[in-house]
């Protein structure tokens, strides 16, 4: 079965780090980006980065860049998000996605999101 | 503040037809054929309806289609039904280095 599976929600303390998972299974993890995108609370759709699991290379939202980290084990077939010096403003449900690496499209496959609260 | 614009909500009757929009620039809609819908239930994932402006996913009904002209994308919805009632959020291509702008979404109210 083609799925993404995400690790499960995430209470943290303002100034913390958190680390979410995804578990590729039913197809050759190496074949796509993975991409993170979350959603606030009655928010729209906020797209952070990619991942190219196969390379390790990440390309990061400008919003983003120096708080997030992409990473990958593909012994796994797992990749991960790591956001650090949380705000309460980043509570928020966390999806990954997927996207063909040889297209900048994306969206095909999502997990089923990890909701992420921060508080102070 | 997002980058496309789209109205925040619209509202059509079952069996009419439908149309949302999505205004980018020249750097993103207007410059590459790269423009995807997703729609969105509420407490669900969101789903992909179109990419690449006019290709729909399999399993996706044709009763989805979008279209492109200069800086602004359009999805139609044919045949409303209720349960296209969701949020619908429009993505384009930004370049190598913006890589994705996103639309802050419209919400769609079938009466």
């Known amino acids: 079965q083609v799925q993404l599976v995400q690790s499960g929600a995430e209470l943290k303390k303002s100034g913390a780090s958190v680390k979410v998972s995804c578990k590729a299974s039913?197809?050759?993890?190496?074949?796509?980006?993975i991409h993170w995108v979350r959603q606030a609370p009655g928010q729209g759709l906020e797209w952070m980065g990619w991942?190219?699991?196969?390379?390790?290379?990440?390309n990061y939202g400008q919003i983003f860049q120096g708080r997030v980290i992409m990473t990958r084990d593909t012994s796994i077939n797992t990749a991960y998000m790591e956001l650090t010096g949380l705000r309460s403003d980043d509570t928020a449900l966390y999806y990954c996605?997927?996207?063909?690496?040889?297209?900048?499209?994306?969206?095909?496959?999502w997990g089923q999101g990890t909701l992420v609260t921060v508080s102070s | 503040q997002s980058a496309l614009t789209q109205p925040a909500s619209v509202s059509g009757s079952p069996g009419q037809s439908i149309t949302l929009s999505c205004t980018g620039t020249s750097t993103d809609v207007g410059r590459f054929n790269l423009v995807s819908w997703f729609q969105q239930h509420p407490g669900k994932a969101p789903r992909l309806i179109i990419y690449e402006v006019t290709k729909r996913p399999s399993g996706v009904s044709n009763r989805f289609s979008g279209s492109k002209s200069a800086n602004t994308a359009s999805l139609t919805i044919s045949g409303l039904q209720a349960e296209d009632e969701a949020d619908y959020y429009c993505c384009s291509y930004g370049g190598s280095t913006t890589f994705v702008v996103l639309g802050g979404g419209t919400k769609l109210t079938v009466l």
């Open positions: 991942l190219n699991p196969d390379s390790g290379s990440t």
């Open positions: 039913g197809y050759t993890f190496t074949d796509y980006y």
């Open positions: 996605t997927r996207g063909p690496r040889l297209s900048p499209s994306w969206g095909d496959l």
